[in-house]
T-cell receptor, first 113, second 112 residues
Framework: EAQVTQNPRYLITVTGKKLTVTCSQN?????MSWYRQDPGLGLRQIYY???????DKGDVPEGYKVSRKEKRNFPLILESPSPNQTSLYFC????????????FGPGTRLTVT | GESVGLHLPTLSVQEGDNSIINCAYS??????FIWYKQESGKGPQFIID?????DKRQGQRVTVLLNKTVKHLSLQIAATQPGDSAVYFC???????????FGPGTSLSVIP
């Protein structure tokens, strides 16, 4: 089944404790992206990757890192999480960019206390 | 399921009626638009897209209308069903940048 998977689905952590949210797709997509979703603000893009070893900042990259060492994986790293990073996070992938249909993962609910 | 947002505009329709969901987009340079559906506890799901050289595009039970003059996008759902209950939001992408802007969404509730 073609899908985007994220882990963990739920995470409660404390300020400053490094964490990684994994994202994997099995569709051989070149484009992958991370978004956060907050009440009243809609989805906002954090980082995206056009292909392996190519990443770029989205609209809200502060406090986040990403890597794209393999085509299928695009982990999101929070080196020192803060409470304002409490949010619902989505990973997405598409064949070659934003003008192709994006497939979203199920989401990761992160709470930073 | 996950809450996708508070204070969203809400639209309630009777099962079998048509639904119209509106979206005002922000950038006149945007040339590609997408409608997404997000059910509770799930990620957004692509419904239909439209390019700026079109005014209307139809899919299965859905129609998207684009009015570039007033920067307005609408999604029409024919014969709305209980399974259509979800949050719907639009997204815009521009010609000069590879970035996407999402609208805040509208919550559609279908009354059986």
């Amino acid at each position: 089944e073609a899908q985007v998977t994220q882990n963990p689905r739920y995470l409660i952590t404390v300020t400053g404790k490094k964490l990684t949210v994994t994202c994997s797709q099995n569709m051989n997509h070149e484009y992958m992206s991370w978004y956060r979703q907050d009440p009243g603000l809609g989805l906002r893009q954090i980082y995206y990757s056009m292909n392996v070893e190519v990443t770029d900042k989205g609209d809200v990259p502060e406090g986040y890192k990403v890597s794209r060492k393999e085509k299928r994986n695009f982990p999101l790293i929070l080196e020192s999480p803060s409470p304002n990073q409490t949010s619902l996070y989505f990973c997405a992938s598409s064949l070659s960019g934003l003008r192709n249909e994006q497939y979203f993962g199920p989401g990761t609910r992160l709470t930073v206390t | 399921g996950e809450s996708v947002g508070l204070h969203l505009p809400t639209l309630s329709v009777q099962e079998g009626d048509n639904s119209i969901i509106n979206c005002a987009y922000s950038n006149s340079a945007s040339d590609y638009f997408i409608w997404y559906k997000q059910e509770s506890g799930k990620g957004p799901q692509f419904i239909i897209d439209i390019r700026s050289n079109m005014d209307k595009r139809q899919g299965q039970r859905v129609t998207v209308l684009l009015n570039k003059t007033v920067k307005h996008l609408s999604l029409q759902i024919a014969a709305t069903q209980p399974g259509d209950s979800a949050v719907y939001f639009c997204a815009e992408i521009g010609t000069s940048y590879d970035k996407v802007i999402f609208g805040p969404g509208t919550s559609l509730s279908v009354i059986p």
